[in-house]
């Protein structure tokens, strides 16, 4: 009888057994993908910093696998975004640049992540997952007219948008400044007022009869006056009308938005799509505004941290990963969703002003920050993933990782076995399960723009992580550390210095790359530069064409090989054609209904 009663018990304990190790069943597991813009992975409790309260991030941390080395592909958004995304680096899309301009900066530009590129959203899709973003993209919208949507996120795989299909950027707030080409600006402006006073000058001396200037030649003079002051001032002027807004899916529902409510709403619609999609497998990547400029004045958390507004935001940011943890937790799908924390790329250290202070990030111990090619401050970023029951709690990963290493990984999960191009990233969850002990990326590639700025090179059955920089940014003024002249660094012709020999670090016992190696201090010195020059030349013959280490071909030649460069001047300047529009452009505008949030 006894026996008997046993079976039951058994079969439940055997049952209940499955699902907490979460190896037990075939129920495709869910994933939350939480991104955050120009965070510093020194403001992170569980990576060190002991001002700024983020006690929910570090409850992930602590319930999951931490990583250490976790690498963004670009220390700037659109190419970092491109490759996490796609799993391989930006060049491979075109999504890099060969002068200043480094990111797309109009929403009616041309420029986008390319139709024929696949991200992780698109092979999810194929394997039955409803698929969304809520946040920020970054990536380009149209290509020929405002209604293709060619890049759009609805076209690359999310299946539900809602957000921000720009960034939060300065000129969204009235008085905080301009982020776009300002120089240009003040130089167009200025050739406006110059023609300006030169047709006051010539009309004043005909009315004074000192010479005879024909009327058809003012008319011309004054509508070549009026043409000049609308190049510069229709697509700068408005640009919180045509970058600033908020669309669902393919539909402009607010234009220009209204950044006080935006946190609110972000986080809204991200806890409504998992409550939405509870029964079946979805991928949602809640990708936040924060911590980009300007910063957010939320009440609730405005004066509340040690660290001014970026403490404030970056506090308001841990309480809205803390909100979505709760919303994944109460719907009892913890054991069955991976769960993901990380950012684009490092902290701005050059933004600040006199009011606020410091507005850009802090990258802990290590050099550089934003847009700073190479060095660590710029792409070192936090990764944190949660799946109780799958992966151990308190584990720490030591090895180098990317965040290129998210579409293999995903595709694993999801079962997604069928043939695919060249990726650049490796399936982690060997590595976060403890199956291995080192990770697969021996070589890892830092772009700066279009050029290879540095390589990380991890030798076999070695603790060592040494990395070559080809060149470096100059930074300014000298000793600084950071470009305070242009605000942000550049990776091309004076604004860098290309060293031979190669600048040499070894990571491990120097990762605020303080101390260059010589071959007096290294004795592999040699060895070193050898083999990393030879991993050059294997990655340059997977490119669509070939590259030299520290340089770029023509971008006729790259187009000849079926890679066209998407930053170029020709696709991220304004077309009124591509703008994105609520109403009947050019008079765009309406608001969000909020009435039921």
């Known amino acids: 009888m006894r026996s008997v009663l046993l079976v039951p018990f058994l079969f439940l304990l055997l049952t209940t057994g499955r699902d907490v190790t979460g190896k037990g069943f075939d129920q495709k597991p869910n994933f939350v993908l939480m991104v955050v813009d120009d965070l510093g992975i020194g403001d992170i409790g569980c990576y060190g910093n002991d001002t700024i309260r983020t006690p929910n991030i570090d409850r992930l941390a602590s319930d999951g696998v931490k990583l250490t080395q976790h690498i963004a592909a670009a220390p700037l958004c659109t190419p970092s975004r491109t490759a996490f995304m796609t799993g391989r680096y930006a060049i491979r899309s075109g999504m890099v640049s060969t002068g200043r301009v480094q990111v797309l900066l109009f929403l009616g530009g041309s420029g986008g992540l390319a139709p024929s590129e696949t991200t992780f959203a698109k092979r999810l899709q194929q394997q039955g997952y409803t698929t969304g973003l809520v946040g920020k993209w970054h990536l380009g919208v149209n290509c020929k007219h405002r209604e293709d949507h060619c890049h759009h996120p609805n076209q690359h795989g999310f299946s539900y948008f809602y957000g921000l299909p720009f960034t939060l950027f300065n000129d969204c707030v009235p008085g905080e400044g301009s982020d776009v080409l300002v120089d ?118 405005a ?236 990655h340059k013959s997977t490119l669509p064409n070939e590259q030299a280490p520290a340089g770029a071909h023509s971008e006729a030649n790259r187009a000849e090989q079926g890679v066209e460069l998407q930053l170029t001047w020709d696709k991220i300047l304004w077309r009124p054609w591509l703008q994105p529009c609520c109403g009947t452009f050019p008079f765009c505008g309406c608001k969000e209904n909020t009435t039921h949030m």
Not at 250 to 271: F, S
Not at 361 to 369: C, E, R, S, T
Not at 521 to 526: I, L
Request: hydrophobic share 40%; proline share 6%.
């Open 184 to 301: 240009l600006q003040h130089a167009l402006q200025n050739l406006t007022v110059l023609l300006g006073v030169g047709l006051l000058t010539i009309v004043c001396a005909r009315v004074c009869g000192l010479f005879e200037v024909g009327l058809w030649l003012l008319v011309l003079l004054f509508f070549l006056c009026i043409l000049a002051t609308a190049v510069w001032y229709v697509p700068f002027k408005f640009l919180p009308t045509w970058n600033c807004i908020i669309m669902r899916n393919q539909e402009v529902i607010e234009q220009p938005m209204t950044v006080e409510t935006l946190p609110q709403r972000l986080l809204g619609e991200a806890q409504n799509f998992i409550k939405r999609n509870v029964d079946r497998p979805f991928l949602l990547v809640f990708s936040l505004a924060h911590i980009h400029t300007p910063m957010f004045k939320t009440p609730q958390f």
């Open 303 to 538: 004066g509340k941290s040690r660290h001014g507004a970026y403490g404030d935001n970056l506090e308001e940011v841990d309480w809205m990963i803390g909100k979505i943890t709760e919303t994944v937790d109460s719907l009892g799908i913890a054991n069955n969703t991976l769960m993901y924390f990380t950012s684009d790329h490092g902290g701005h250290l050059e933004d600040s002003d006199s009011r606020i202070g410091q507005k850009g990030g802090w990258n802990g111990i290590y050099k550089g920050g934003k847009a700073m090619g190479g060095w660590e401050g710029g792409i070192r970023v936090p990764g944190i993933f949660r799946w109780p029951g799958r992966l151990r709690a308190g584990k720490v990963v030591d090895e180098p990782t990317s965040l290129m290493d998210l579409y293999p990984t995903l595709k694993y999960l999801a079962k997604d076995k069928q043939p695919d191009r060249q990726s650049d990233g490796y399936n982690l969850m060997p590595l976060l399960e403890g199956e291995v002990a080192r990770s697969e990326h021996e070589f890892m590639f830092h772009y700066c723009g279009i050029y290879l700025n540095a390589v990380r090179w991890h030798p076999p059955g070695s603790d060592s992580i040494f990395k070559v920089h080809f060149f470096t940014p100059n930074f300014f003024p000298p000793g600084a550390g950071g470009c305070y002249d242009t605000k942000i660094c550049l990776c091309h012709g004076e604004h860098v210095t290309h060293h031979d020999p190669s600048l040499l670090y070894n990571l491990f016992h120097d990762p605020s790359e303080s101390q260059p190696l010589t071959p007096d201090t290294e004795p592999r010195y040699a060895e070193i530069l050898e083999q990393t020059a030879k991993a050059v030349e294997r």
